[in-house]
């Protein structure tokens, strides 16, 4: 059974960085596809960013383009998302997501293995 697990959360002023890591187990990461996504409080979940099965594509919502990157690394079965010039609308709690499928995709409905997520609050 695939397992991931994020870490990297916190709090962190406007304009500063995280680096969000999700580690899969149970399963080797190459052959999936992930994605990030986050829900906001109050908010539905949205789909942030993803990164094909060998790292050669991405693609990112319109929100975060030019501020956030996701990379990854398979020897290490870790996806990372490097958050920068964060804002206070960055607030959420971030989940990474898996499938199996070798498309990039920001909906929910194709990624059928999830992590508990990791919060993210940007506030002075």
């Known amino acids: 059974q695939l397992q991931l697990v994020e870490s990297g959360g916190g709090l962190v002023q406007p304009g500063g960085s995280l680096r969000l890591s999700c580690t899969i187990s149970g399963s080797t990461l190459d052959d999936y596809t992930i994605a990030w996504f986050r829900q906001a409080p109050g908010k539905e979940r949205e789909g942030v960013s993803c990164?094909?099965?060998?790292?050669?594509?991405?693609s990112y919502t319109g929100s975060v383009k030019g501020r956030f990157t996701t990379s990854r690394d398979n020897a290490k079965n870790t996806v990372y998302l490097q958050m920068d010039s964060l804002k206070p609308e960055d607030t959420a709690v971030y989940f990474c997501?898996?499938?199996?499928?070798?498309?990039?995709?920001?909906?929910?409905?194709?990624?059928?293995?999830w992590g508990q997520g990791t919060p993210v609050t940007v506030s002075s």
């Open positions: 990164i094909t099965k060998r790292g050669d594509m991405t």
């Open positions: 997501a898996a499938t199996p499928r070798g498309f990039l995709s920001l909906l929910q409905q194709h990624f059928f293995y």
